[in-house]
């Protein structure tokens, strides 16, 4: 099963143009989050993705709500937004939780969560899913641009305790287009370019 994984387009409707041009031979893509900036732009990138020929599973960034990023997909048939929520596509089950994990730096404006809100969130998660967040997890493609690990520990946890087949993220650009691995679980920070992955299992 071939998945499209991507992030943090931030209005970049060229590169959302070049995702939708590639989703013709997948059989999923995975969004994790960060399709505005500030919470400005989100309708058009969204118009530009609903063109997608594949089922699609969104959450938000901390540049857009959960509101706003399920009213700007509002009449998109095939799309998918999650956050602390799960679906089951073709047998296959996605999990979501979108915002940034732990609480950013940047203020009132960023869509935010502390570990423990972001721990209920991921209460839920079933064993064996594809995990799709905004924030990577504490430790693996989580470095930001001085070299510390900016991730989360609750996400982690979820990761070490319900071993997902894939954990998507975003986020942190340093790390955009790398994976790590947490136990047998692979960590994708797909960044706005896009990773096509085959999912095993």
Known sequence: MKLLLFSDLHCDTTAAKELVRRSKNIDFAVGAGDFAKMHRGL???VDVLRAMRCPTVLV??????????RE??????DVHVLHGSGVTLQGVEFYGVGGGIPVTPFGSWSYDFSEAEAAKLLGDCPLGT???THSPPYGVVDLSGEGQGVGSTAIRKAIERTNPLLAVCGHVHGDWGK???IGDTPVVNAGPDGVEWTLAG
């Open 43 to 45: 309708d058009g990138v």
């Open 72 to 77: 700007a997909c509002r009449g998109w048939r």
């Open 130 to 132: 594809v995990l799709v």
């Open 179 to 181: 994976h790590e691995f």
């Open 60 to 69: 938000p960034g901390n540049n857009e709500n959960i509101d706003e990023l």
